[in-house]
C-alpha cells in the first residue's frame, strides 16, 4: 500500500480532532455563569437577575448563579466582574446606579466604560412624585405654583444623597428653576414617614416601593417622571403632561460582562438574555415588581449607560454634590 495516502489520512485526522479539541475548550458556556449584583438580595435588582438568570439557565444548559455584593455605588460588584476572566461566564447588573457613581467617586478601581462590555438592558422603573394624601396638592401643577408663590419653602425628600431617585429630584428642580430644597433620607421608608408626618411637602422615589402606600390612600401620586404613563397607573399623567417640558427621568438596569469578552459570547448573552424577557412567565414576574422589561441589543445597553454618565454628572456638577 502507499504510504502517501495513509500519512494525508493520518494528518488528516489529527487535524480534525485538534480542531475539535480547540472547540470543545472553547465552547460557551463550559461551566456554571454567575451574575454579580450590587445590591442586597430581595430587592427589584436581584428578583430581576433571578428571574431572567433562570430561564438564562435552560437555553445555555448550565446552572446561572445570583452573587449579591451590595456596596456604596455598586464598587465591590464592578471591580468583582472587571478583573474577571473575559469569558462570558462572569456577569455584572448595571444600571443608572453604575451611571451615577461614574460622577459621584473621585476614583474607582475600574473604568465604568472601558473594563465593561454591555450586553443588554433588563428593564426600566417607574419614578413618581408624591405628596401625602389629604395635602395641600392635588396635582403636579399644584406644587409648582405653591413654590412659585412661596420660594425657598418647598421641600422634597428623597433617598440617599447620589441615588437616581435625588439626582432626578434636583433635575426637576433645576429644570424647572424653582428654589425648592431636596431633603435627601436614609431610604424610602424614611421618605414615606415623613411625608405622612408633615415634615417634608413632597417627595421622589421608585413607584414600585410606594405603590402599596398610594394603593391604601396614604400618599397621593401627582405625576410618574418617565417618558409614559405607569402600567401600575395608569390615570397618573407624566411629569411632562403636567406641563413640565424637557422633563424625563427614569431608573433602568442591565446586563454587562468584562472587556475583552469574544462578540459571539455577547451575541450568545444577548440572544437568551431577550428570549428569556420575552418568555411570558418572565415577563409577568418583572411586571409583578412594577418593571418594564426592555429587550434590546448591546448597543442600546451602552447608549443607555453612556448616556446616563453624561446626564447624570451634568446634574452632580449643577447641584453641587461633593464627590466621594
Do not use: C
Request: positive net charge; charged residues 20%.
Amino acid at each position: 500500500m502507499p504510504k502517501k495516502p495513509f500519512l494525508s489520512v493520518l494528518v488528516a485526522t489529527v487535524l480534525s480532532l485538534g480542531a475539535w479539541s480547540a472547540h470543545a475548550q472553547n465552547a460557551f458556556p463550559s461551566k456554571p455563569i454567575k451574575i454579580v449584583v450590587p445590591n442586597a438580595a430581595g430587592g427589584a435588582a436581584d428578583l430581576t437577575a433571578r428571574a431572567v438568570g433562570q430561564k438564562m439557565a435552560e437555553a445555555l444548559g448550565q446552572p446561572v448563579v445570583i452573587d449579591n455584593k451590595p456596596s456604596a455605588g455598586g464598587i465591590v460588584a464592578g471591580e468583582t466582574v472587571a478583573k474577571a476572566a473575559p469569558d462570558g461566564h462572569t456577569i455584572l447588573l448595571i444600571s443608572s446606579g453604575t451611571a451615577v457613581s461614574e460622577s459621584l467617586f473621585k476614583s474607582l478601581p475600574f473604568d465604568t466604560v472601558k473594563d465593561f462590555i454591555p450586553v443588554a438592558p433588563l428593564a426600566t422603573l417607574d419614578l413618581v412624585i408624591v405628596s401625602a394624601e389629604g395635602g395641600k396638592f392635588k396635582t403636579l401643577g399644584d406644587l409648582i405654583a405653591y413654590a412659585k408663590a412661596n420660594p425657598g419653602k418647598l421641600n422634597i425628600g428623597t433617598p440617599n444623597i447620589g441615588t437616581t431617585q435625588h439626582l432626578a429630584a434636583e433635575l426637576f428642580k433645576s429644570t424647572t428653576g424653582l428654589d425648592i430644597q431636596i431633603v435627601p433620607f436614609n431610604g424610602t421608608p424614611p421618605v414615606i414617614n415623613a411625608l405622612r408626618g408633615g415634615q417634608i411637602d413632597a417627595g421622589l422615589d421608585i413607584l414600585g416601593p410606594l405603590l402599596s402606600q398610594i394603593k391604601g390612600n396614604a400618599l397621593r401620586p401627582l405625576a410618574v417622571t418617565g417618558a409614559k404613563r405607569s402600567r401600575a397607573l395608569p390615570d397618573v399623567p407624566t411629569a411632562k403632561e403636567a406641563g413640565v417640558a424637557n422633563y424625563v427621568a427614569a431608573s433602568w438596569n442591565g446586563l454587562a460582562v468584562p472587556a475583552g469578552t469574544p462578540k459571539d459570547v455577547v451575541a450568545r448573552l444577548n440572544k437568551e438574555i431577550n428570549a428569556a424577557l420575552n418568555d411570558p412567565a418572565v415577563h409577568k414576574r418583572l411586571v409583578e415588581l412594577n418593571l418594564d422589561p426592555q429587550p434590546g441589543t448591546p448597543e442600546q445597553a451602552a447608549a443607555l449607560l453612556q448616556n446616563d454618565i453624561k446626564r447624570w454628572g451634568e446634574v452632580i456638577t449643577r447641584a453641587k454634590i461633593g464627590k466621594q
